[in-house]
């Protein structure tokens, strides 16, 4: 039987630290070192957040550039990972009978990408994207991350990217800013609930008081964490291995779940 693999929810913050050597992605590059390497990827990011649940079924997926404004060199930045239709096809048995689409357009889009060429930077493990579907409600999320935590002990690495925080309209953009109050409070208070399992105020988020609607404007980038500790295992043990605050208004906290 394969090593039983963690779930790890990724702040993935500015597409350019795909580029860059701080804090952060040091954090992601040691995670890589520390954890056994995995069969394959099952990857949640923000950015693939359409109407319906989608797998990519692609052999080789794309490096998708999904942003604008950013250096050339940005945009030059290829990930090659292969994909793994036959995991594509095991997320949709767990799932049945929802009706989950296999994808040949979509590939790894930032959200995915800009983390995992710091945590396996061969781009050696095979990666498979799994949509956000946008329709449905933040329990629905949380219940397909509990489907799919049995492939966690097939070896597959569940890997949610977003932000726990995530406030475009309140970035300190260009210049330096400490963190907002209301946004590390929202994240205290998400630790501390991701530590205690109490899940249930995680997925009613919008009952966290008045910080959560500054933290979470948008769902797109909070939903994948739900996938994450959906996929919580008794016993598993909670870390938060890369944290911070950019901009004042963007949460890079990573939590792992095993």
């Given at each position: 039987m394969?090593?039983?693999?963690?779930?790890?929810?990724?702040?993935?913050?500015?597409?350019?630290?795909?580029?860059?050597d701080?804090?952060?992605?040091k954090?992601?590059?040691?995670?890589?070192?520390?954890?056994?390497?995995?069969?394959?990827?099952?990857?949640?990011?923000?950015h693939?957040?359409?109407p319906?649940?989608?797998?990519?079924?692609?052999?080789?997926?794309?490096?998708?550039?999904?942003?604008?404004?950013?250096?050339q060199?940005?945009?030059?930045v290829?990930?090659?990972?292969p994909?793994?239709?036959?995991?594509?096809?095991?997320?949709?048995?767990?799932?049945?009978?929802?009706?989950?689409?296999?994808d040949?357009d979509?590939?790894?889009?930032?959200?995915?990408?800009?983390?995992?060429?710091h945590?396996?930077?061969?781009?050696?493990v095979?990666?498979?994207?799994l949509s956000?579907?946008?329709?449905?409600?933040?329990?629905?999320?949380?219940?397909?991350?509990?489907?799919?935590?049995?492939?966690?002990?097939?070896?597959?690495?569940?890997?949610?990217?977003?932000?726990?925080?995530?406030?475009?309209?309140?970035?300190?953009?260009?210049?330096?800013?400490?963190?907002?109050?209301?946004?590390?409070?929202?994240?205290?208070?998400?630790?501390?609930?991701?530590?205690?399992g109490?899940?249930?105020?995680?997925?009613?988020?919008?009952?966290?008081?008045?910080d959560?609607?500054?933290?979470?404007?948008?769902?797109?980038?909070?939903?994948?964490?739900?996938?994450?500790?959906?996929?919580?295992?008794?016993?598993?043990?909670?870390?938060?291995?890369?944290?911070?605050?950019?901009?004042?208004?963007?949460s890079m906290?990573?939590?792992?779940?095993?």
């Amino acid at each position: 039987m394969a090593e039983t693999l963690p779930a790890i929810f990724f702040g993935h913050g500015n597409p350019m630290n795909a580029l860059m050597d701080n804090g952060y992605t040091k954090g992601w590059r040691r995670i890589g070192e520390q954890t056994p390497t995995p069969k394959a990827i099952l990857a949640i990011s923000a950015h693939w957040y359409v109407p319906g649940t989608r797998v990519t079924i692609s052999t080789a997926p794309k490096t998708i550039h999904d942003f604008g404004g950013f250096p050339q060199e940005l945009y030059e930045v290829q990930y090659p990972a292969p994909g793994d239709p036959r995991l594509a096809r095991r997320v949709q048995e767990l799932l049945a009978p929802l009706s989950v689409a296999l994808d040949d357009d979509w590939g790894l889009d930032h959200g995915t990408w800009s983390i995992l060429r710091h945590v396996y930077p061969q781009a050696d493990v095979p990666v498979v994207q799994l949509s956000i579907d946008r329709m449905r409600p933040a329990s629905f999320h949380y219940e397909i991350g509990q489907r799919l935590a049995d492939l966690r002990e097939e070896g597959i690495l569940i890997a949610g990217s977003g932000n726990l925080v995530h406030n475009l309209g309140a970035y300190a953009w260009g210049r330096p800013a400490e963190p907002y109050d209301w946004a590390m409070r929202f994240e205290s208070a998400a630790k501390e609930r991701i530590l205690a399992g109490d899940d249930k105020s995680l997925i009613h988020y919008e009952t966290l008081g008045p910080d959560a609607g500054l933290a979470i404007p948008t769902p797109d980038h909070y939903l994948p964490l739900l996938y994450v500790i959906g996929a919580r295992r008794p016993g598993d043990s909670i870390t938060f291995p890369v944290e911070g605050i950019e901009g004042g208004s963007i949460s890079m906290l990573a939590a792992q779940l095993g």
